[in-house]
């Protein structure tokens, strides 16, 4: 079909940019200017009556000379693809000239374009002799003034020879509105990739300063920890010499006592030397005088006064001594300790600022990472709304064909008229039902959303408050909320909107159930009567192509008694190369 062929035609045109390594398809890959239907531009109100008008031809490949044509029809036939391709090569057409007209009744549909001037053979080949009018009167009135084939904007025509074709046309299966559509998609997706690459380009630039910041970090703990050594050993250093000037400050003081000792007792001895010495050279008296004993009483009275007083001052020194030691021993065990302990916790702090800086850019990070995440899940929905969209185009376009090659071969036919009326009336009531499974699909969107609003109401939830309870069925969920209830009753006088909140959601996400079954039953349903009408239109087609050619047979028999003849059914266009 030639929805086959357009696909097997991108393939090849996408064939020969893969393998343009040295320009030797260029006149492919430049020449090819994609289908008719990519070249239309027009306001959607146009879309019903350029469709009508151009037909299969919309699904025709632009190319720039026969030779391009020639070419990716060779590696077409090469690959062995299916379908059918047409082609419009633009050195090749033969168009005819715009036709003027007088009637303001009427309008050239080649006014409603905007293209670019090149293709104007192209455009003028397909629609060059046709018109755009109100209603099927004013039409007759322009085709027999004006010798245009007239067409309303409902997709009715009025052939300049006086024939009438018209009928229902189910607008949802434009071919011009899905292709609007998939370019808006493919817009949309375009644009989120550009935003994917630049987050893409931003997370990198974050990841290579993280990683810059934590080897510098890994540096600066290399370097504490080095530093943290060199003090520790310094500190020991610093406690040793410490404890040795302390030592030596204790043993310093009775050091100095000693040595006064000691320099007061050479004095003593020099005084009593000097004395026995006096004596010796004096004469000896066997007895004292009064004066000289009462100058030794006295003095040996005032020499047991000192020595009391000495002894007194040497307890208190002892206890002054004993206080300071006890002093010393304080400030070495604890207080220098304390103070080390202090410096190196404030060099900690310094260090966990600079984890809590880390911390926070690693928190940066892991955000730009879930809307990256986010962003990527987004363009892949879009990727699946375009395959859908496509899957949809490509449905609709094998059943217009379809529908097409039964008008074509069935205009003598009653009997195909009426299953032709048949499978309309049925696909006007699947319609009809597709409209209902619309509506039932946006009312519960509506209430899936309002039930989401409700949950969101409720505030923070625990973070396995879904998949908890995911893999329960709907009597275990209801027996849960049961239990639930008959909790909540004893806070009643707490929270009681949180309580009716709480009932409302039950209830809706049981109605939510019961009408998605529903909406799976008519689904099924649906699914069941496409099937049917598809194998009754095939079978209409069979019967009645058999039919033709066997009548075809016989009336060729009759006329040409020695003769036989067989029915070769082919369509084609002016200006177009059939492959």
């Not at 290579?208 to 934590?214: G, H, L, M, N, P």
């Not at 499974?437 to 959303?449: A, N």
Request: hydrophobic fraction near 35%; charge should be neutral.
């Amino acid at each position: 079909s030639i929805t086959n062929g357009v696909e097997g035609v991108r393939r090849i045109v996408q064939w020969f940019r893969d393998n343009n390594h040295d320009g030797r398809h260029d006149d492919v890959v430049k020449g090819y200017h994609g289908l008719l239907l990519d070249l239309i531009d027009c306001e959607p109100i146009y879309f019903q009556a350029v469709e009508i008008t151009a037909g299969s031809r919309l699904l025709f490949h632009v190319v720039s000379d026969d030779r391009v044509a020639l070419k990716i029809m060779k590696q077409f036939n090469q690959q062995n693809l299916p379908g059918e391709c047409n082609f419009f090569p633009v050195n090749r057409i033969v168009a005819p000239p715009r036709k003027e007209y007088q009637d303001a009744d009427g309008r050239a549909i080649l006014d409603v374009f905007d293209y670019d001037e090149y293709y104007d053979a192209v455009f003028r080949n397909v629609f060059a002799g046709t018109a755009i009018v109100r209603d099927l009167h004013l039409g007759a009135r322009f085709a027999r003034s004006e010798g245009f084939d007239c067409v309303t904007l409902d997709g009715d025509q009025i052939s300049r020879r006086g024939a009438l074709t018209g009928g229902y046309i189910d607008t949802k299966r434009s071919k011009l509105e899905l292709h609007k559509s998939i370019r808006a998609q493919q817009m949309n997706r375009d644009q989120l990739q550009m935003s994917l690459v630049e987050m893409q380009r931003k997370v990198n630039e974050k990841m290579s300063a993280v990683e810059k910041i934590q080897m510098e970090i890994d540096k600066a703990d290399n370097d504490m920890r080095v530093y943290k050594q060199q003090h520790r050993n310094l500190t020991e250093k610093k406690r040793y010499a410490s404890e040795q000037l302390h030592a030596m400050g204790r043993n310093r003081e009775p050091k100095k006592a000693q040595l006064l000792n000691l320099r007061n007792r050479v004095r003593e001895l020099r005084a009593q030397l000097e004395g026995y010495e006096g004596q010796i050279g004096s004469e000896f008296l066997s007895q004292l005088s009064r004066n000289e004993q009462a100058e030794c009483e006295r003095l040996q009275r005032e020499i047991l006064e000192k020595k009391q007083k000495l002894d007194q001052v040497a307890k208190e020194r002892s206890a002054l001594e004993t206080t300071k030691q006890r002093l010393e021993n304080q400030l070495t065990t604890n207080l220098l300790r304390k103070r080390d302990s202090l410096t190196a916790r404030i060099s900690d702090i310094a260090v966990d600022e600079k984890r809590h800086n880390l911390q926070a850019e690693s928190a940066e990070l892991n955000s730009v990472i879930q809307r990256l995440n986010e962003i990527v899940r987004r363009i892949a929905e879009l990727d699946e709304c375009l395959m859908e969209y496509d899957e949809s185009a490509e449905k609709l376009n094998r059943e217009l064909e379809d529908v097409q090659v039964v008008l074509f071969t069935s205009y003598d036919r009653k009997p195909l008229k009426e299953q032709q009326k048949d499978l309309e009336a049925q696909l006007a009531d699947f319609s009809k039902q597709a409209d209902i499974i619309f509506t039932k699909q946006s009312t519960l969107q509506s209430k899936r959303e309002e039930s989401v609003k409700k949950i969101r109401e409720l505030g923070s939830l625990p973070t396995d408050a879904f998949s908890k309870y995911q893999g329960l069925s709907t009597k275990q969920l209801d027996k849960k909320l049961a239990e639930c209830m008959h909790e909540l009753k004893k806070y009643e006088n707490v929270n009681k909107k949180a309580l009716d909140q709480f009932v409302q959601a039950a209830s809706q996400k049981e109605d939510l159930t019961k009408r998605m079954e529903e909406q799976q039953k008519s689904q099924k349903s649906i699914e069941d009567l496409l099937q049917a009408l598809d194998t009754r239109k095939y079978e209409a087609i069979q019967l009645t192509f058999k039919q033709v050619s066997k009548n075809f047979a016989e009336v060729f028999q009759k006329l040409v008694p020695n003769g036989s003849g067989s029915l070769v059914i082919q369509t084609g266009f002016a200006g177009c190369i059939t492959a």
